[in-house]
């Protein structure tokens, strides 16, 4: 768990990928209270309204939410919002982009799919 403070990408939403990713290894689990905005703040030694922020992302998309007194909880369903989210986002900003530029370079549809699995079997080899 460590936030890369030279990224473009803010704190925030950072912090919020950092659940999101704990939530998928199941490091936290549905209906399991996560950490409270202080702890998290004093974790990463950032502002708690940072913190907050990337907790509120979170409940905005129905991922977490507050028991009033008590703290922040994994939803259930959680993990496939997350994975859903996630999916969403890798075709638009990878797969698409991908594909468009395999079209630039006459890649046919076979020729991708070697490639893909030759980087698979090479990861294998590792």
Avoid: C, W
């Avoid at 209906?31 to 922020?53: D, G």
Wanted: aromatic share 8%.
């Amino acid at each position: 768990m460590k936030l890369d403070e030279n990224s473009t990408t803010p704190l925030f939403i950072q912090i919020s990928e950092i659940i999101e990713d704990m939530i998928l290894d199941e490091e936290f689990k549905e209906e399991e209270q996560i950490f409270s905005t202080n702890q998290l703040a004093e974790s990463f030694k950032i502002n708690p309204a940072t913190a907050r922020k990337g907790f509120n992302i979170l409940v905005d998309q129905n991922i977490i939410y507050k028991k009033r007194g008590v703290g922040m909880f994994v939803k259930e369903g959680a993990k496939e919002i997350i994975k859903e989210k996630r999916k969403k986002h890798f075709l638009d900003n990878y797969l698409l982009n991908m594909i468009h530029e395999a079209k630039k370079l006459n890649i046919s549809k076979q020729e991708l799919v070697n490639m893909i699995k030759s980087v698979e079997e090479g990861e294998e080899n590792e």
